[in-house]
């Protein structure tokens, strides 16, 4: 028999294919006496595409970041749960993505240490793994100005994923890092050569060298092969492409410590504000949703990067009262973590919106709250007012900008 004019054919395909036969007539005889149905497009009329080399999503389903030149959003209003696709992680960089192989990745640690050495990427994964769930966030994570926005386009900078790798404290051990020094240089391999100054004592406690991402190999866009993690504390100081760390005594006052990430506060420029605030927006019903009366879900997302979230409530009367929503567990510490809450909508106008309060008692401020405690319009960085939402009587939901 010639193999190449009658190709092998499997037992489940053969099966398959005798089954599929069988059934198309039965599918005509009963399209027949039954006119409408079975659906001209039915499924089950013809086996489907069998296995691939990478999932895929379904072509129905289309989630997309918004883009520029220097960023991309999470479609937050799109999300099901707290953890976000790698795809569709938020991107904030500063001089492109950096294409490094990773037989030739190398991490250089010295300063205030014992032992400088280098780490290749083998050596970083030789030691113990640590698995977190965290999220990462822009420092510049709000937008506000019309009433045609979705969560994506006001607070779109966010994401969060299960990150892998070892903890810098177990690095630190290994080099002889000195007790006596009080901050460390982590320096990125983008052209921009991103520097920050980081605090030793994050070092000793919960910051990382992760490589992994959702279970996965960490994406380019996050910093593959090996990124600094830094729990809850602002995005730009979570160094991707990390190449270098630096141990001293003080800060090293680089120029995204100075001339960027600062901020006025009244008659002075804080430099360093390193935990984001506790935060929260409702991710439905948002614009341009259309809703009906009677009872709804209001969802959303509440996070604070000093730890847990304790308390989300929501508003459905412009504030005159708010309710306690219901936080979907986990409640993870530093992470994003998932609200709902059930809600009656009458057909009347109003106005809803969500603020958290985290483990340590701050309460989401409003942005009047935040203007009178820095002294200046909202506006720059650290930013986390509460977000307000219009239900037209029509249903038509739109942002009320700030």
């Given at each position: 028999?010639?193999?190449?004019?009658?190709?092998?054919?499997?037992?489940?395909?053969?099966?398959?294919?005798?089954?599929?036969?069988?059934?198309?007539?039965?599918?005509?005889?009963?399209?027949?006496?039954?006119?409408?149905?079975?659906?001209?497009?039915?499924?089950?009329?013809?086996?489907?595409?069998?296995?691939?080399?990478?999932?895929?999503?379904?072509?129905?389903?289309?989630?997309?970041?918004?883009?520029?030149?220097?960023?991309?959003?999470?479609?937050?209003?799109?999300?099901?749960?707290?953890?976000?696709?790698?795809?569709?992680?938020?991107?904030?960089?500063?001089?492109?993505?950096?294409?490094?192989?990773?037989?030739?990745?190398?991490?250089?640690?010295?300063?205030?240490?014992?032992?400088?050495?280098?780490?290749?990427?083998?050596?970083?994964?030789?030691?113990?793994?640590?698995?977190?769930?965290?999220?990462?966030?822009?420092?510049?994570?709000?937008?506000?100005?019309?009433?045609?926005?979705t969560p994506q386009d006001i607070l779109g900078?966010?994401?969060?994923?299960?990150?892998?790798?070892?903890?810098?404290?177990?690095?630190?051990?290994?080099?002889?890092?000195?007790?006596?020094?009080?901050?460390?240089?982590?320096?990125?391999?983008?052209?921009?050569?991103l520097t920050r100054s980081v605090p030793m004592?994050?070092?000793?406690?919960?910051?990382?060298?992760?490589?992994?991402?959702?279970?996965?190999?960490?994406?380019?866009?996050?910093?593959?092969?090996?990124?600094?993690?830094?729990?809850?504390?602002?995005?730009?100081?979570?160094?991707?492409?990390?190449?270098?760390?630096?141990?001293?005594?003080?800060?090293?006052?680089?120029?995204?410590?100075?001339?960027?990430?600062?901020?006025?506060?009244?008659?002075?420029?804080?430099?360093?504000?390193?935990?984001?605030?506790?935060?929260?927006?409702?991710?439905?019903?948002?614009?341009?949703?259309?809703?009906?009366?009677?009872?709804?879900?209001?969802?959303?997302?509440?996070?604070?990067?000093?730890?847990?979230?304790?308390?989300?409530?929501?508003?459905?009367?412009?504030?005159?009262?708010?309710?306690?929503?219901?936080?979907?567990?986990?409640?993870?510490?530093?992470?994003?973590?998932?609200?709902?809450?059930?809600?009656?909508?009458?057909?009347?106008?109003?106005?809803?919106?969500?603020?958290?309060?985290?483990?340590?008692?701050?309460?989401?401020?409003?942005?009047?709250?935040?203007?009178?405690?820095?002294?200046?319009?909202?506006?720059?960085?650290?930013?986390?007012?509460?977000?307000?939402?219009?239900?037209?009587?029509?249903?038509?939901?739109?942002?009320?900008?700030?």
């Amino acid at each position: 028999m010639d193999k190449k004019k009658y190709p092998k054919i499997s037992r489940r395909g053969l099966l398959g294919g005798v089954l599929g036969a069988a059934l198309l007539p039965v599918n005509k005889v009963l399209a027949k006496r039954l006119p409408g149905l079975i659906p001209p497009d039915d499924p089950t009329k013809s086996p489907g595409r069998g296995t691939s080399k990478l999932g895929q999503r379904s072509k129905y389903e289309n989630p997309v970041k918004t883009t520029s030149d220097i960023s991309s959003r999470t479609p937050l209003q799109d999300m099901y749960s707290t953890i976000t696709p790698s795809d569709l992680h938020y991107e904030r960089h500063h001089a492109g993505i950096p294409d490094i192989d990773p037989a030739k990745y190398e991490l250089m640690i010295h300063g205030m240490v014992d032992r400088p050495m280098k780490f290749t990427l083998a050596d970083l994964k030789s030691f113990p793994a640590v698995a977190r769930t965290c999220f990462l966030e822009c420092a510049g994570n709000f937008r506000t100005g019309k009433e045609e926005m979705t969560p994506q386009d006001i607070l779109g900078l966010t994401s969060q994923s299960e990150w892998t790798g070892v903890m810098l404290s177990t690095i630190f051990r290994e080099v002889g890092a000195s007790h006596a020094a009080k901050w460390f240089l982590a320096e990125g391999s983008d052209a921009a050569v991103l520097t920050r100054s980081v605090p030793m004592y994050k070092a000793w406690d919960d910051a990382m060298i992760v490589y992994a991402q959702n279970g996965e190999a960490m994406r380019p866009e996050q910093g593959y092969p090996a990124r600094l993690l830094l729990p809850g504390w602002e995005g730009n100081m979570n160094v991707k492409w990390l190449r270098r760390i630096e141990i001293g005594d003080e800060p090293w006052m680089t120029r995204e410590e100075t001339s960027k990430y600062t901020y006025p506060v009244k008659d002075k420029i804080r430099m360093f504000s390193f935990e984001m605030d506790a935060r929260s927006i409702i991710t439905y019903p948002v614009y341009p949703n259309k809703i009906k009366s009677g009872y709804l879900e209001i969802r959303g997302l509440a996070w604070s990067g000093r730890g847990k979230v304790t308390k989300v409530e929501v508003s459905t009367d412009g504030g005159k009262t708010w309710l306690d929503a219901n936080l979907q567990g986990p409640v993870l510490s530093k992470a994003h973590t998932y609200f709902r809450h059930l809600w009656e909508w009458d057909g009347t106008a109003t106005e809803i919106a969500s603020r958290v309060t985290d483990e340590t008692g701050y309460v989401q401020p409003s942005v009047q709250q935040l203007a009178d405690a820095r002294g200046t319009k909202a506006g720059g960085y650290h930013m986390n007012p509460i977000n307000w939402w219009q239900i037209k009587a029509d249903g038509s939901v739109l942002f009320k900008p700030e």
